[in-house]
């Protein structure tokens, strides 16, 4: 699924992009609606029916409200904080990195090209490091979005920082999805769509954000609110898994010592 939404990227938004510098911008969102009709054919007449309750995976692994909140909330600051300054990245590339118009497609075109690999790998390493594979992300994008506000107009910075905004886009919401069933404090269905409607909310938020701070501080203030959102999450991430392992110490500390009295209860016994 987050290959689906990565390979998107990379035909749906520099294919619509060319398509409107050539034939209007309404052309793009009828394409978009003529697609729309054989996927919800597909959808009705193949998509296999189950009840919920009969999947393995109904119940999170390990219900925690705190940490499933946690999630929700980097859901929503990372969407929000990306798409205030993504949504202007036509006027970016052209207004301050100096690209042509016509250079548009073709960055975008790279920017969903490593999103693809980045989920390609970030899944690979999804259940072997979970919090590292939501945590580096999270990080890149925040570094992608300051330094594109920071140094915007060198062309060779603001490839590099595409190319890491790119990586960063899929695997955060692939990894924040994982971790919300893992951390449902309910059914896993309610979960996913919970932040599947935190990453939508996010997506709106971001546009009509940017759209009132552009006129106060330009585009490259748009990338920089952006990146101080994502720089937010961040710190939410690792302040959540700070006290995570503080109760795990806890928790092996009280572990240790109670075997430590049974061993010495065993003893004394003997």
């Known amino acids: 699924m987050s290959v689906g939404g990565s390979l998107a990227l990379v035909l749906g938004v520099p294919g619509g992009t060319w398509l409107g510098q050539h034939a209007g911008w309404p052309v793009p969102f009828l394409v978009v609606g003529a697609l729309a009709i054989p996927s919800f054919i597909v959808i009705a007449t193949v998509l296999p029916t189950s009840r919920p309750e009969a999947g393995h995976a109904v119940r999170g692994v390990v219900p925690d409200t705190r940490r499933f909140a946690v999630v929700l909330t980097v859901t929503g600051l990372t969407v929000t904080g990306v798409f205030a300054g993504y949504t202007y990245i036509s006027t970016f590339v052209v207004d301050e990195a100096g690209f042509s118009e016509s250079s548009v497609s073709t960055l975008l075109l790279v920017l969903g090209i490593t999103g693809i690999v980045g989920v390609a790998v970030y899944g690979r390493l999804l259940d072997r490091f979970p919090r590292a594979t939501l945590t580096l992300p999270v990080t890149t994008q925040a570094v992608a979005l300051l330094g594109l506000s920071a ?76 990146g101080l959102m994502t720089a937010a999450a961040l710190l939410l991430l690792l302040e959540e898994q700070l006290l995570s392992l503080g109760r795990k110490e806890r928790c092996t500390d009280t572990l240790e010592k109670a075997q430590g009295r049974h061993e010495t209860d065993s003893l004394s016994q003997g």
């Open 151 to 226: 140094a915007g107009e060198s062309q060779t910075l603001a490839v590099i920082m595409i190319v890491f905004l790119g990586a960063s886009l899929g695997p955060i919401f692939m990894a924040t999805q994982s971790q919300v069933m893992h951390f449902a404090p309910g059914r896993t269905e309610t979960a996913i769509a919970a932040n599947g409607a935190a990453y939508n909310l996010g997506v709106a938020a971001g546009a009509l954000a940017g759209s009132l701070l552009l006129p106060l501080i330009g585009v490259r203030g748009t990338f920089l609110v952006g």
